[in-house]
Structures are given as structure tokens and as C-alpha cells.
């Protein structure tokens, strides 16, 4: 019987923001963790400090940056960052949470063709796992990144349909700093799920 090898990817939503006029951020830059944030990433830090970790990936954008540096703390690794963990591209960009609450955060509808499909979010989690499964096979890999990526790749592993009602039926939305973990063995679009708040 072949050995079934295991890489698992750990997705970890990075900490909270400094956000005092409470707007989708998005990809506008300049937004940087609060106290709460750094505590968060540190609980994280704590969590995998004993693990033998391979690689550590970040999203471009700041917030994302500082998480994955405070939970790279005590692991001799160069922290690596890729456009693929990036916040997802939308219209709605520093608009007011309310009016997102208003519309029931349904953001992928009916928006213009250059801003991302749940479709597109999906393609950049599938790509991002098919990179960590050719360079770290059966190694733990950790990924920062952001709330609608994790939200995705959970909707991927349990074989959910990518529709707004599927996305909302998920509870909770990944919190800041909870970690998403999948586990890949011989058939890649059935990885194992698990998840994980440490604080």
C-alpha cells in the first residue's frame, strides 16, 4: 500500500486593524494592526512555536506584513510574500460597514468586470496550494492573509457551491487570527479541514 504523503497549509486571517472610521480597508494601503492585533498575532506566534514550520507567506498589503512578522518570531525562516494571499479585489473599498451590512455583504454582485468573482478568489487559493504542494510536499507551511480568501478556501475543502448564500451560511466569518488549516493528501481537491481560534 503507498504512503499517502501530507502537506498541510495553515490560513490565518491576519490580526485587527486600526480602523477608526470602520470602512472596508480592502487593498488601500497604510492600515496596520491595533494592540489587539499584535496580542492576536502573538497568541498565534505562541501556538506554532514548538512546530516545525517551512515556510511562512504573507499578503502584500501592511497589516498582513506585521502579523506574519510577530508569528514569525522564533522560526529562522525568511518570511515570503505573494500577490496570490492578496485581499480580494472589489468596488467597495472604503465604504462604510454599515452600508455593506445594509446589503447583506452580498460585494460580488453585479460589480464591473475588472474587480474579482468568488470564482477568481478561488483560483488564487487553488494556485497558491499547487505552489506549496511542489516546493514543501509533506511539510507544514503557514499563509497570512485575509478574511475572504480563508472564507474561500473553507468553501473549497467542505465542496461548497461558491454562491452568496453558501458564503453567509458560514459561521463565523473567520475571525482575525484564527487559523484555517488544510491537509492534502493524494487527491487534491478533497484536503481536510479543520479550524481554529488560539486566543
Known amino acids: 500500500m503507498k504512503h499517502e504523503l501530507k502537506t498541510t497549509i495553515h ?3 491576519h490580526g485587527e486593524v486600526y480602523n477608526p472610521n470602520d470602512v472596508l480597508y480592502g487593498r488601500i494601503p ?20 514548538n512546530q516545525s514550520i517551512a515556510a511562512i507567506f504573507h499578503s502584500p498589503m501592511l497589516r498582513a506584513r506585521q502579523t506574519a512578522r510577530i508569528i514569525g518570531t522564533g522560526h529562522d525562516l525568511k518570511l515570503q ?19 455593506l ?33 511542489r516546493t514543501y510536499a509533506s511539510r507544514e507551511v503557514l499563509a497570512v492573509t485575509h478574511g475572504d ?12 457551491e461558491l454562491t ?10 473567520p475571525p482575525q487570527c484564527s487559523i484555517t488549516t488544510l491537509v492534502f493528501g493524494n487527491d487534491f481537491d478533497k484536503p481536510k479541514f479543520s479550524f481554529h481560534v488560539p486566543y
Open 101 to 133: 451590512r445594509a446589503m447583506d455583504w452580498d460585494i460580488y454582485e453585479d460589480i464591473p468586470s475588472e474587480y474579482e468573482q468568488p470564482e477568481d478568489v478561488l483560483q488564487r487559493v487553488r494556485k497558491f496550494c499547487e505552489r506549496v504542494l
Open 81 to 99: 510574500e505573494t500577490s496570490l494571499l492578496n485581499e480580494i479585489h472589489t468596488p467597495y473599498e472604503g465604504r462604510p460597514h454599515s452600508e
Open 149 to 160: 480568501l480563508v472564507l474561500h478556501a473553507q468553501m473549497w475543502a467542505r465542496g461548497m
Open 30 to 49: 497604510r492600515f496596520r494592526l491595533n494592540d489587539v492585533g499584535r496580542q492576536q498575532s502573538r497568541s498565534v506566534a505562541e501556538y506554532f512555536q
Open 164 to 173: 452568496h448564500k453558501n458564503r453567509m451560511s458560514i459561521q463565523p466569518y
Open 11 to 13: 490560513f490565518i486571517r
